[in-house]
């Protein structure tokens, strides 16, 4: 009869959910699939996208209809054995062993964290593919790539991250641009690539973000594990609002350091989640003490993510007191003097105040009198008339929410630190941070992976609880899901497909193998990204008062420039493009032309006499 039972029941049933998994699964790796299927881009001639690119959201569209499928099943099974199920969940919450919930996931739970993972590594193919067909379409450019990978490939104990492409005042360092010391963490394996490869270019940067974005996204998935113990035979369900956000495609486009913001906040959480426990293992003693180095690394970013941080230990500090409160019964300010002592969210949250001061102030000092100002930022009128075609709608920000699922609003916590860094968009005047667009998400992504999956553990702890029966925590999971995969359906560019290679890319590729190690090479826009680490890329122009004027040649000012002195011993300059002007007639009277195709690629060597 016990056996009978167990195979007409939707939960003791392991294979049932397991296909439930499975199905999951799918869906979760769907759009990755669809956008390695889908037909290239091609960029036009001065590297825009068309208007008609081919939206390929085919696999999205695939996911909702698998997901639909999933939630079917499910349903159909309850509606043929939802009594005995409820009778099973009851008999069970009064067992000596585990609940329902425990003993009906153990064989699923594998299921489901091996598929989820497998899920990921198809993502995480899709990613780098994206990211090298990227690069040989000739869009990673100066500003976006060649300036931060200078800085880190040029570091030296005594010259931290200098980098000429940015207005770094009186310093030489990217530092002074953007607080960003976390940088650092890529030095020793760009010191590792020049070592093993003489071919290696500034493109590696691209590279290094990619292997920080996917091991941040199994570092979430361990996170979502670890916080959902009864309900892990749908992780790759729990993970659809993650892999699937519409900001997250936004940042896989304008790929920037701040991406490192997602690993770290998901290894932070992991470590926050240890405090005060004594019953773990030896080997994640060390995460649990971690935590500071981990939030230094996370505030380390940039200059403003000690904002972020302090808002997230802010809003936990104060949701801890109110929780003390209800129950101690004591006066607020008696709660808040004990949970001063003893709060680990307190002590992040001092951590964060005193790291944005050092860093605004170090920032400054790095600079000298030549800081860049961000108070642009806040200017609405100035880019209100610049930009008139953006508009600030509460729709941008609705749909930011729901990106998240609705499981976001299953934790009230959760809920108030994301409207709380939503609301600095919000009266921000710079039209591409207003509205997230780009690598602007940086500031809210983690926080709303974060709330996703505490919401959707507050599901399952109320179903645990008996709160409400599992029928409509199982809705709530689905729905959520949908929810994600709807927004990501509706913001109509994502998932992007992979790019064509451009035209003059192998030209270019194996001209610059002719230029030596420790040249210093002037180039195109969308050519400098191309230029090997054992070289040194600079600008044609500099920022007014950076050093790097005095100490290197600009164009058109190569008779003012003292070679003995400065530090560009060889120069060279690489083109895409035809070259007209004062600087042709610069290069034709003071050195070489190495290789040239017409109207394709050009390389340029400074002669010594």
Same mark, same amino acid.
């Given at each position: ?70 939630? !079917? ?102 530092? @002074? ?15 590792? @690539?020049?070592?093993? #490869? ?21 570092? $979430? ?145 790095? !600079? ?72 602007? #998400? ?44 709807? !927004? ?62 005095? #100490? ?53 060597? $400074?002669?010594?006499?």
């Amino acid at each position: 009869m016990k056996e009978r039972r167990q195979e007409n029941s939707l939960f003791p049933v392991t294979g049932r959910q397991s296909f439930v998994a499975a199905l999951a699964a799918l869906a979760l790796a769907l759009p990755s699939i669809g956008a390695l299927l889908c037909k290239k881009t091609v960029m036009d001639a001065n590297f825009l996208i068309g208007a008609d690119r081919p939206l390929c959201q085919g696999g999205v569209i695939g996911s909702i209809v698998l997901l639909v499928m999933a939630l !079917a099943f499910v349903l159909w099974q309850w509606k043929v054995n939802g009594r005995e199920t409820e009778r099973e969940i009851e008999r069970a919450a009064d067992s000596e062993k585990a609940n329902a919930f425990r003993r009906f996931t153990a064989s699923p739970d594998r299921v489901a964290l091996w598929m989820s993972v497998a899920s990921i590594g198809i993502f995480g193919l899709y990613l780098f593919l994206f990211t090298v067909s990227v690069d040989r379409a000739l869009l990673s450019a100066d500003q976006d790539v060649t300036n931060v990978s200078t800085a880190i490939a040029k570091t030296t104990i005594t010259d931290i991250l200098p980098s000429p492409y940015v207005a770094a005042g009186s310093s030489r360092s990217f530092l @002074a641009h953007h607080f960003s010391p976390s940088l650092l963490l890529y030095v020793p394996f760009y010191k590792m @690539a020049m070592v093993l #490869s003489t071919d290696v270019n500034h493109n590696f940067y691209n590279i290094m973000l990619f292997v920080t974005l996917l091991a941040g996204f199994f570092l $979430w998935l361990y996170y979502a594990y670890r916080s959902l113990p009864t309900l892990r035979w749908l992780l790759p369900v729990a993970m659809i609002p993650i892999l699937h956000s519409f900001l997250l495609y936004r940042q896989i486009l304008s790929f920037h350091f701040e991406v490192l913001a997602i690993p770290l906040m998901a290894l932070l959480l992991l470590s926050l989640r240890l405090h005060g426990r004594e019953d773990i293992p030896r080997r994640a003693v060390w995460l649990r003490q971690s935590w500071p180095l981990i939030a230094m690394l996370f505030a380390g970013i940039k200059e403003d993510m000690g904002v972020y941080l302090g808002l997230f230990a802010g809003v936990f500090f104060f949701f801890e007191i109110v929780d003390e409160w209800k129950k101690e019964k004591q006066s607020i300010l008696r709660v808040f003097l004990e949970r001063m002592k003893h709060s680990v969210y307190f002590r992040l949250g001092l951590l964060a105040f005193v790291w944005t001061i050092v860093a605004m102030i170090g920032r400054l000092w790095i !600079a000298g009198d030549g800081a860049p100002g961000w108070e642009s930022y806040w200017n609405v009128q100035q880019y209100a008339e610049r930009y008139p075609q953006f508009r600030k709608t509460p729709y941008t920000y609705i749909w930011i929410l729901l990106s998240s699922g609705i499981w976001l609003f299953f934790s009230l916590r959760s809920t108030v630190l994301v409207l709380l860094v939503l609301s600095l968009h919000m009266i921000s005047g710079m039209p591409w941070h207003a509205l997230l667009e780009s690598h602007y #998400s940086y500031t809210i992504l983690p926080f709303i992976f974060a709330g996703s999956i505490r919401g959707l553990a507050n599901i399952a702890r109320l179903a645990e609880e008996r709160r409400f029966t599992v029928r409509p925590a199982l809705l709530l999971v689905f729905i959520g899901a949908l929810v994600a995969d709807y !927004a990501l359906l509706r913001d109509r560019n994502h998932p992007y497909s992979l790019f064509a290679k451009h035209q003059a890319f192998d030209a270019i590729d194996e001209t610059v193998k002719l230029i030596p190690a420790d040249a210093c090479v002037q180039s195109s826009f969308h050519v400098s990204a191309l230029v090997p680490l054992r070289a040194r890329p600079i600008p044609f122009t500099f920022y007014e008062g950076s050093p790097f004027e005095k #100490s290197m040649p600009g164009g058109v000012r190569l008779h003012l420039y003292d070679r003995e002195s400065g530090e560009c011993k060889e120069l060279y300059r690489l083109f895409y493009g035809t070259l007209t002007g004062e600087l042709k007639a610069e290069m034709d009277r003071e050195g070489t032309i190495l290789t040239e195709t017409p109207g394709v690629i050009l390389l340029w060597r $400074w002669d010594p006499d």
